[in-house]
């Protein structure tokens, strides 16, 4: 491919694609009476709550994170055909919130630990497909 048409091609691709970056709260109530979406959400992780590290702006707690699943539930109940994927560390208590959802255990190699891998979890309400390029062929 030439540069000019993987742009084009990633435009088609991506057209009517809104990216956002809000919390989450402020995300589910802007979108909460929008049909057919697809909505990913990218938590601070659990681990943060347990360690005392300062890994983002803004740690949840436990309670917090209850707090969003709760909140994505009840955009479910309004929006049922929104589809919402997840990314979480690998916690119990992240399991036990989304024990009825689809759990996907994925190995991350990291870059910050030399030669270290660990497991995270991508969580959807729906069944995935084999993941699609959308850069390629």
């Known amino acids: 491919h030439d540069a000019v048409e993987f742009l084009k091609e990633s435009r088609r691709k991506l057209e009517g694609t809104a990216v956002e970056c809000l919390d989450y709260r402020k995300?589910?109530?802007?979108?909460?009476?929008?049909?057919?979406?697809?909505?990913?959400?990218?938590?601070?992780?659990?681990?943060?709550?347990?360690?005392?590290?300062?890994?983002?702006?803004?740690?949840?707690?436990?309670?917090e994170h209850s707090e969003m699943f709760d909140s994505i539930n009840a955009l479910l109940e309004v929006t049922p055909d929104t589809k919402i994927m997840i990314s979480y560390d690998n916690y119990e208590i992240v399991r036990e919130l989304y024990k009825d959802w689809i759990i996907t255990e994925m190995p991350v190699k990291h870059s910050t630990k030399l030669g270290t891998t660990s497991i995270e979890l991508v969580i959807t309400n729906y069944k995935t497909n084999v993941q699609e390029d959308i850069f390629g062929d």
Do not use: C, G, S, W
């Open 27 to 63: 995300l589910l109530h802007k979108h909460k009476h929008r049909k057919e979406m697809f909505i990913y959400l990218d938590p601070p992780y659990v681990v943060t709550d347990n360690d005392n590290a300062q890994y983002y702006k803004y740690n949840f707690d436990i309670a």
